[in-house]
């Protein structure tokens, strides 16, 4: 909506929240509580059902609530449907930028009091972006809850997008994009495989942008941007932890039920055609040890063969015993690091493999090392021992993460907004575990070939 045409809630004052110093109740449970048992729910040993009720408010804000007693805090999170994808390509790092941009208040939330409300509340709070969509949340002392409702409708309804605050995150997104990318040993690595996997699709760009692409943009361009995405109808509110599901779906009506349908998002429906032969290409940058980047063109996250891929990189570098890093690392010392891991994108994208060479070592020698060890996941398939193992981690970190408020919120939302089903917190794990050996061959067969992928060699700078 129209910055310049918000209006508030009818008859709903913010709720009160405790400041330092006043002695209010929240803040005891601040001083009781450690951030680790704001996070964390008691793990549990087995796996278990996660339960949940879901609804649909009448402006197509979904919403979903978990009741768990377990730990008094509660989860509030937002997950919207807007990513890196569905970006302008003359307005590249928009969904990311706004990650920062929204924290900055809204018409009852004064400039840089966003953050400071939850704190004070013995709460914390974050937010992130991928190439799909952009989740904030809080977590927060179950008596809390109804704050972190008035906190993301203000999100949702009328936050501040004005030039102010669009020159303060700038500046804000120039510093991370120095530190991550521009600054850091092979930061490039990602967008620079990216852009040659992708011809069409805007998985091409990086989520954080390009900063010409945000200097160029005026506050209308901001306006626009979040008056066509950030709208109930575009949404997903998840509630999970100490809470009363009855009570808690009628804040929820209440905070959001009034907040305007907004016209209907569409997600981008580029098909990208096979990439037609490995691309190969050098890089220099300022390393002291050269590298070798495999980006492999993979199906859409919640496919049969993108579990089979996970599990695939989980072989090569999922531990220490993995292939590659006992290979090249250990055996062959032919490397110092290695990694292997999908991007999880809702449509076809990529899985990078890649190795930090070595003092003195080539990088043909590398890359020739690392290529053996593809080769062995077509040719060889997988004993029933390496499965088994797999599976166990692929478990434990699903009970692990399902054993947290926060957690449960994330997986909650992202089960139903980009896997398209809410019943997949309880039933993805199966997906893994149904896998065979002669899965994965198929799948290394399939998607790890040569016609498939991007090959990069990072080199030192004066090297030739």
Do not use: C
Not at 272 to 301: C, K, S, T
Not at 315 to 344: C, H, W
Not at 421 to 438: F, G, P, W
């Amino acid at each position: 909506m129209e910055v310049a045409a918000l209006f508030a809630h009818p008859n709903i004052q913010p709720p009160t929240f405790a400041t330092p110093g006043s002695g209010a109740t929240p803040m005891r449970i601040l001083l009781s509580l450690s951030i680790a048992a704001m996070l964390v729910a008691p793990a549990v040993a087995q796996k278990r059902a996660i339960n949940y009720t879901e609804f649909d408010l009448p402006n197509g804000l979904h919403v979903i609530i978990h009741e768990d007693h377990a730990t008094p805090i509660v989860a509030v999170s937002v997950m919207y449907h807007v990513g890196s994808k569905n970006e302008d390509p003359s307005r590249r790092g928009f969904a990311h930028f706004f990650e920062h941009l929204l924290f900055e208040g809204s018409a009852n939330i004064k400039r840089g009091e966003f953050s400071k409300i939850v704190e004070n509340a013995g709460g914390v709070l974050n937010a992130n972006t991928s190439g799909d969509r952009t989740y904030y949340y809080e977590v927060l002392p179950s008596n809390r809850l109804e704050l972190g409702l008035w906190l993301e409708s203000e999100r949702m309804l009328h936050a501040k997008v004005d030039q102010v605050g669009v020159d303060t995150q700038r500046e804000v997104v120039k510093e991370e994009r120095r530190q991550r990318y521009e600054n850091q040993p092979y930061g490039t690595l990602t967008m620079e495989v990216l852009r040659r996997a992708f011809k069409e699709h805007p998985y091409q760009w990086p989520t954080i942008g390009y900063m010409e692409d945000l200097n160029a943009a005026t506050e209308a361009d901001y306006q626009a941007f979040y008056k066509k995405f950030y709208v109930p109808n575009n949404a997903t509110l998840v509630l999970a932890g100490d809470l009363d599901p009855v009570q808690a779906r009628t804040m929820a009506e209440r905070y959001f039920g009034d907040i305007p349908r907004g016209a209907p998002v569409t997600q981008p429906t580029i098909v990208e055609a096979p990439l037609g032969g490995e691309v190969r290409d050098v890089i220099h940058d300022r390393i002291q040890l050269p590298a070798v980047v495999m980006g492999y063109r993979i199906p859409a996250n919640g496919t049969p063969d993108f579990y089979a891929v996970e599990l695939l990189n989980r072989v090569l570098s999922g531990g220490n015993s993995a292939r590659m890093n006992t290979a090249l690392k250990d055996e062959q010392q032919l490397a110092i690091y290695t990694g292997a891991f999908n991007f999880p994108f809702e449509q076809p994208g990529i899985a990078m493999l890649f190795a930090i060479a070595n003092a003195g070592v080539e990088v043909n020698a590398l890359e020739t090392a690392m290529q053996r060890e593809v080769d062995r996941l077509s040719t060889t398939p997988i004993s029933a021992t390496e499965l088994a193992k797999l599976k166990v981690q692929v478990e434990t970190e699903a009970i692990a993460d399902n054993g947290r408020v926060a957690g449960i919120a994330g997986n909650l939302a992202t089960a139903h907004v980009l896997l398209g089903n809410t019943e997949l917190i309880n039933t993805e794990l199966d997906r893994y575990l149904s896998l065979t050996a002669e899965d994965l061959q198929r799948a290394a067969r399939t998607y790890f070939v040569k016609d498939n992928r991007v090959v990069l060699h990072y080199l030192p700078k004066n090297q030739p």
